[in-house]
């Protein structure tokens, strides 16, 4: 029985890394920091007072209750393609 117990952890475990990955891959696609969650992204759009990242966000914290807070990551964002396109937009 604990053999079981422990690969179900286990695949439970690898299901949340590709859970991330793909998480990350959809943000690289549509052009936000490939570091960046979507949760983290739309955290941040929220608190700046876009609407669709409010509901979005309000959403995640319904299911999962201090999601936004929990996963905001601060520390990226500044590799998204809508800021390269800011920085670089010729004059």
Do not use: C
Not at 10 to 36: K, M, R, S
Not at 56 to 76: A, M, R
Request: cysteine-free; proline content about 3%.
């Amino acid at each position: 029985m604990k053999w079981i117990v422990f690969f179900f952890k286990a695949f439970l475990y690898w299901l949340w890394n590709i859970l991330i990955a793909v998480d990350q891959l959809f943000a690289a696609i549509i052009g936000i920091d490939p570091d960046e969650t979507l949760s983290s992204f739309f955290a941040k759009r929220a608190k700046k007072g876009y609407y669709i990242s409010i509901l979005i966000t309000n959403f995640l914290n319904f299911v999962d209750p201090g999601h936004s807070e929990k996963y905001t990551e601060h520390d990226e964002g500044s590799k998204s393609l809508w800021v390269w396109i800011k920085n670089n937009k010729p004059k």
